[in-house]
């Protein structure tokens, strides 16, 4: 029988007789995957193993620094934190079309990872949070198309956009290749990680930034994680986290009129997007109490700056998809 010790006894083991005494790279995202990735690689390597957190400057509000203080503190792990905010926000400056915004966010992910991995490296490996899923998936992003071998073609993060360049094609460590997200998720929890990592609702590679419709500024950025922020407090205490596959905000560019006092507010609406879904591929609109909603409407507006109105979202997917962007 399968158990998450017998597991993590056999990974340790695997991962020390694939990497030897070499050094292995990994890319941290905040994710259950890559989470319990290093953990797995610190255990079995130790110092050969750098983990490597890009901050794009989109994600949600103090996840970044809990990421960085949890593994420090709790697993011993020091992370290189890249400050890469200004380039990323940089990346999308006056882009609205979202997969042109995909697409640069990934090429700058790559461009970042290029660099900051030379910087810190030479690397043997690539360590990468692949389940089984990905393997049997029949394209395979991660085989060289000439040898067939596994070798890092696509980082999974950003798998929406081009390979990453040939001399930085490492050999792939996956000690995860095996497992499902149920069972990655035991481990996780097995070896210590925190719920709010181990059962982390879905977020998109992009980040915040596909959740501000049209151009991404700082300004906009500011609001929407605030705003975001609430979203996710409230859900908690409702004890609804869990129930839903996703609960988030989206920022629309478009002011609208409001009154707050007896002074007049021309400011953005956030919408609020809450859904129940088995795989994302369909989902439906939560029907959650209104006391709730209430209760997030008036924090929203009367604690986020620059916003006068939210609205709920009420479309299914399909005909919706679960992002805006
Ligand atoms: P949609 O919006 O297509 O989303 O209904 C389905 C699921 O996919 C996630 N999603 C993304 N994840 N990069 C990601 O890593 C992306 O560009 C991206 N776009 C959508 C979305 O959050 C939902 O869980």
Redo the contacts with the bound molecule.
């Keep these: 029988t399968w158990t998450t010790a017998a597991f993590v006894e056999e990974a340790i083991r695997e991962i020390r007789a694939r990497v030897g005494d070499k050094r292995v790279l990994l890319a941290l995202s905040g994710g259950v995957d890559s989470s319990t990735l290093a953990f797995l690689l610190h255990r079995a390597i130790g110092d050969q193993l750098t983990c490597m957190f890009i901050d794009q400057g989109f994600m949600r509000k103090l996840e970044p620094e809990r990421l960085v203080k949890l593994f420090a503190e709790q697993f011993h792990i020091s992370v290189e934190y890249v400050n890469a905010r200004d380039r990323f926000i940089n990346s999308v400056k006056g882009i609205t079309d979202p997969e042109e915004k995909?697409k640069r966010i990934g090429h700058e992910f790559i461009s970042v990872f290029e660099s900051e991995s030379k910087r810190l490296g030479p690397f043997d490996y690539l360590a990468q949070g692949t389940l089984y899923p990905d393997v049997i998936e029949s394209a395979d992003t991660n085989v060289d198309p000439q040898t067939g071998e596994r070798v890092a073609v696509k980082i999974k993060?950003?798998?929406?956009v081009g390979g990453l360049p040939k001399d930085l094609r490492f050999k792939l460590v996956e000690p995860l290749r095996k497992l499902f997200k149920d069972e990655v998720r035991k481990v996780g929890r097995s070896i210590g990680l925190p719920e709010e990592i181990v059962n982390r609702q879905?977020?998109?590679?992009?980040g915040l930034a596909?959740r501000i419709l049209g151009e991404v500024t700082s300004e906009r950025l500011n609001i929407l994680r605030d705003a975001d922020l609430i979203v996710r407090q409230e859900i908690n205490r409702a004890g609804l986290y869990h129930d839903l596959?996703?609960a988030f905000a989206v920022l629309l560019p478009i002011r609208s009129v409001g009154v707050m006092g007896d002074q007049r507010t021309y400011a953005y609406p956030i919408v609020l997007r809450f859904v129940a879904?088995e795989d994302?591929?369909t989902?439906d609109w939560a029907r959650v109490p209104y006391d709730l909603l209430e209760t997030i409407s008036n924090r929203i507006v009367n604690e986020v700056r620059g916003v006068n109105r939210v609205v709920y979202d009420i479309t299914s997917?399909p005909p919706?998809?679960?992002?805006?962007?």
């Design positions: 995909r993060s950003h798998h929406n879905p977020f998109p590679g992009p596909i596959w996703q879904s994302g591929m989902a997917k919706g998809t679960i992002e805006w962007e």
